[in-house]
């Protein structure tokens, strides 16, 4: 009796991983959406990758931030395939996903990026201007006249020690 109850359970076990099997399969193309970089500003670009052989044929990546993106192929990735988009000048700040469309398979990473306002916080500074401004010209004049004001008088004292 027991053996038989064994035999029924593990035939159940066995019939329900038989049918889970393709529809995990079914899930595994598309896969890995990646987004760099993860942190971008307003009208920033942005680089969308996929792995799957459907979208390696094409299929395109779409976001409330920057609309909508073609997918190629990556040269030498098999079937990983990456999209340029430039995310608007006017998206909100703040996580967006991202949904890859690749014949007819649909997937969604959600918060795959976030935008922000202004420039990239670069460590010990960044900024989202170029060039120096007056206050780094202003800093570096005084920095200029320190040094010429501490040669010369080093040079003075040097001069009035050798006559001594």
Avoid: Y
């Avoid at 942005?46 to 979208?55: A, E, F, Q, R």
């Avoid at 206050?135 to 005084?142: E, F, L, P, Y």
């Amino acid at each position: 009796m027991r053996t038989t109850r064994a035999l029924a359970v593990s035939a159940v076990a066995v019939a329900a991983v038989g049918f889970a099997a393709p529809a995990a399969s079914a899930l595994a193309d598309p896969s890995n959406i990646t987004a760099v970089p993860d942190v971008v500003p307003r009208g920033g670009m942005l680089t969308i990758t996929v792995d799957g052989s459907k979208c390696a044929s094409g299929g395109t990546a779409t976001s409330d931030a920057f609309g909508s993106a073609g997918f190629t192929p990556v040269p030498g990735g098999g079937t990983t395939a990456s999209a340029d988009a430039t995310v608007h000048e006017d998206a909100r700040p703040g996580a967006h996903d991202v949904s890859v469309n690749c014949d007819g398979a649909t997937l969604t990473r959600p918060a795959a990026f976030t935008v922000i306002h202004g420039g990239v916080r670069g460590g010990l500074g960044g900024a989202s201007q170029t060039g120096a401004t007056p206050t780094d010209m202003a800093i570096g004049g005084a920095l200029v006249a320190s040094a010429l004001i501490g040669g010369g008088v080093f040079w003075l004292r040097r001069r009035s020690e050798s006559r001594a």
